[in-house]
């Protein structure tokens, strides 16, 4: 039983106790439509009475409805179409995005205003030590619990249902099978509550286990850890960018330092977690002290951040999951970490490789998706699997690594498989100058879409901008991976590539980005100026012919037209030829572009003289197609003497 006395919620200054928690909980109660079949939206940013209003829905038995605080009028209208809510639990920030919503709706739901209700005085002593999730202790409890619309990343959302017998398989195994959550763990609120991961991980699971939860009052680096401090709390979860901005400063001021530098090897080589918590007990120190685990979820955590981390003393446990599985499919272990893989499996679910895709089966499976069996049927197969849609392997062990999504992969034309979040994480390393990238297919070449880090690039034209990415960036990636994986092209974007409030890129979003800048760029070209001296001209019309593009001169070889090594040295032969001076393939790269190539040409010539020569058919066509020259008998007598 929960000590009632206990702190429950830590929300700025004020602490709540599971006494007055439940008290707050059955005042929500009263307003909150009651049955089974009801249900209520939250529609909130994060805050205490969000708990309360949640909560107070499963003291009535009704089905919670979270809805993104984020959302647009449209986006609320969809769901509020789509579920049909009795009621609407909502801040008063967040009340006139709802009431333009509502002017869609021929019926409209019970409006009921958090802030009306969040402090309203409680009695010093409790009156009720009904806990609002006694349904979760329930054996196969097969009632829906909470309809969570999925994040739209391939288009329009769909409402998973998940039961308290599904949430039930999650918590129970990261608190009892594994006792990760425990009475003496405090939970940091960070990530936005609608998603299943923080509503499961940073709210049910703790408060369930009496551990408690302290909720940061905003994503600021600040306010984090003032929260971790004054919250001494235990388990942190976030997503793969959290983690990945946090260790990128640290390392930063580690790098900065000889000896620091040293500890970081040593304790990277020993892997002994004691020597990295003592070495680097100020990072721990600096987050509050009762850091025992950081959970990454939402997307996977490149291996160098979780190796990193782990190195620093921080235990990363990475979850894979999705909300169809409320969430969890699989998860690492305290003590069996390894950077990159997503552990075994959840206890009692079944995982199976169909053409290198995982499918699962469980008792976390969702219900389906509300009100659309045809799309359940065509996720869940006839024997009961989930087809998750990503791509996996398995250890001796039974561990689970993924590694990629069958819709994210790109396929190039010569049969290589592509994972842009890989090439994605190596340019964002350039931080100084890339603030975010995007990798996209475009023909048969990788194009990157980035975001400018502001603080250089504002003064900048977009062209200045892409000159020096290409230079600094692109150029620098480029030597370090296989010839398929080079950027072939940069498009600099102003704005913010779009993804989820988990932070997942939204990939069939980047064409339409794509288009318009592709667009807008062809005009700015077309606006430039166009030297028109010879060689640049011979130059041109030559990559022109071969690569069948249109040039201009402040193109770079690589990163905008895509010459492979066989072009490189069908450049190569034809400068030789018509300029009686060389310009090996490996030097071309480091023309900043065709113009200033075409000056080094000039300057270096001892002749011109264009040659009619269709190169590309010789290095690139059939040989038996090709005219060889003949040689007369004498000369081969003569020559095999």
Same mark, same amino acid.
């Given at each position: 039983m929960i000590d009632l006395n206990k702190i429950a919620i830590i929300a700025g200054s004020h602490d709540v106790t599971y006494g007055e928690m439940l008290q707050r909980v059955a005042q929500f109660a009263r307003k909150t439509p009651k049955g089974k079949q009801s249900k209520t939206v939250v529609f909130s940013e994060n805050r205490e009475g969000w708990a309360y209003a949640f909560f107070s829905v499963w003291l009535n038995e009704g089905i919670a409805v979270p809805v993104d605080a984020s959302s647009t009028p449209s986006d609320v209208a969809y769901i509020l179409h789509d579920c049909q809510p009795d009621a609407v639990w909502v801040s008063k920030e967040r009340e006139p995005v709802l009431r333009e919503a509502l002017l869609a709706e021929a019926k409209s739901p019970q409006v009921l205003i958090i *802030?009306?209700?969040?402090?309203?005085?409680?009695?010093?002593?409790?009156?009720?030590?009904?806990?609002?999730?006694?349904?979760?202790?329930?054996?196969?409890? *097969?009632?829906?619990?909470?309809?969570?619309?999925?994040s739209g990343t391939t288009g329009s959302p769909k409402g998973v249902m998940l039961s308290y017998a599904n949430l039930k398989a999650n918590v129970h195994s990261v608190s009892f099978d594994v006792p990760i959550y425990t009475a003496k763990r405090r939970a940091l609120v960070l990530l936005p509550l609608h998603h299943v991961l923080p509503l499961m991980g940073s709210l049910i699971a703790p408060l369930y286990m009496g551990g408690g939860i302290a909720i940061s009052p905003s994503l600021s680096g600040p306010d984090i850890m003032d929260t971790l401090c004054r919250g001494q709390v235990g388990i942190m979860i976030g997503v793969p960018r959290l983690w990945q901005t946090l260790y990128v400063g640290i390392k930063k001021k580690i790098d900065q330092s000889a000896v620091a530098r040293a500890l970081f090897a040593l304790c990277r080589a020993a892997k002994f977690r004691p020597l990295s918590r003592l070495v680097?007990?100020?990072?721990?120190?600096?987050?509050?002290?009762?850091? *025992?685990?950081?959970?990454?979820?939402?997307?996977a955590l490149d291996r160098e951040i979780g190796e990193g981390l782990r190195t620093l003393g921080l235990d990363v446990l990475e979850g894979y999951g999705m909300t169809e599985t409320a969430p969890i499919i699989a998860f690492?272990?305290?003590?069996?970490?390894?950077?990159?893989?997503?552990?075994?499996?959840?206890?009692?679910? *079944?995982?199976?490789?169909?053409?290198?895709?995982?499918?699962?089966?469980?008792?976390?499976?969702?219900?389906?998706?509300?009100?659309?069996?045809?799309?359940?049927? %065509?996720?869940?197969d006839s024997d009961g699997y989930l087809h998750t849609g990503d791509l996996a392997t398995f250890d001796k062990a039974g561990r689970i690594t993924i590694t990629g999504r069958t819709k994210e992969i790109i396929v190039l034309s010569n049969g290589k498989n592509v994972q842009p979040s890989e090439i994605e994480y190596k340019l964002e390393k350039y931080d100084t100058l890339v603030k975010e990238a995007a990798v996209v297919q475009d023909g048969d070449m990788l194009r990157a879409i980035i975001v400018p880090q502001p603080a250089w690039s504002a003064t900048l034209t977009d062209s200045e901008a892409a000159a020096r990415l290409k230079r600094e960036v692109l150029e620098p990636y480029n030597t370090t991976v296989s010839a398929y994986k080079k950027i072939m092209s940069v498009l600099v974007y102003r704005g913010e590539l779009p993804r989820t409030r988990l932070d997942k890129l939204q990939r069939y979003k980047l064409g339409a980005i794509l288009k318009e800048e592709q667009g807008a760029g062809s005009k700015g070209q077309e606006a430039q100026h166009e030297p028109d001296f010879e060689e640049y001209l011979l130059l041109k019309r030559f990559i022109e012919s071969e690569k069948g593009v249109t040039v201009h001169a402040a193109d770079h070889v690589e990163t905008d037209l895509a010459l492979d090594s066989l072009d490189k040295v069908s450049l190569q032969d034809f400068i030789e030829r018509t300029f009686g001076t060389s310009v090996g393939v490996d030097e071309m790269p480091g023309f900043p572009n065709v113009e200033a190539l075409a000056?080094?040409?000039?300057?270096?010539?001892?002749?011109?003289?264009? %040659?009619?020569?269709?190169?590309?058919?010789?290095?690139?066509?059939?040989?038996?197609?090709?005219?060889?020259?003949?040689?007369?008998?004498?000369?081969?007598?003569?020559?095999?003497?």
């Open positions: *802030d009306d209700y969040e402090q309203l005085p409680v009695d010093n002593e409790p009156k009720t030590t009904v806990l609002p999730w006694t349904s979760l202790s329930e054996p196969d409890n *097969d009632d829906t619990a909470i309809i969570i619309y999925t680097f007990r100020s990072v721990r120190k600096k987050m509050g002290g009762h850091i *025992d685990y950081c959970v990454s979820g939402g997307a690492t272990r305290p003590g069996d970490i390894i950077p990159g893989c997503s552990g075994l499996p959840l206890p009692g679910v *079944d995982c199976k490789l169909v053409d290198g895709e995982l499918c699962v089966k469980g008792p976390n499976l969702m219900k389906g998706y509300y009100n659309r069996p045809e799309e359940t049927a %065509e996720v869940i000056r080094h040409v000039a300057a270096q010539k001892t002749r011109m003289e264009a %040659e009619e020569v269709d190169w590309h058919q010789l290095l690139h066509g059939p040989t038996d197609a090709l005219p060889l020259p003949f040689a007369s008998l004498a000369y081969r007598n003569a020559h095999f003497r």
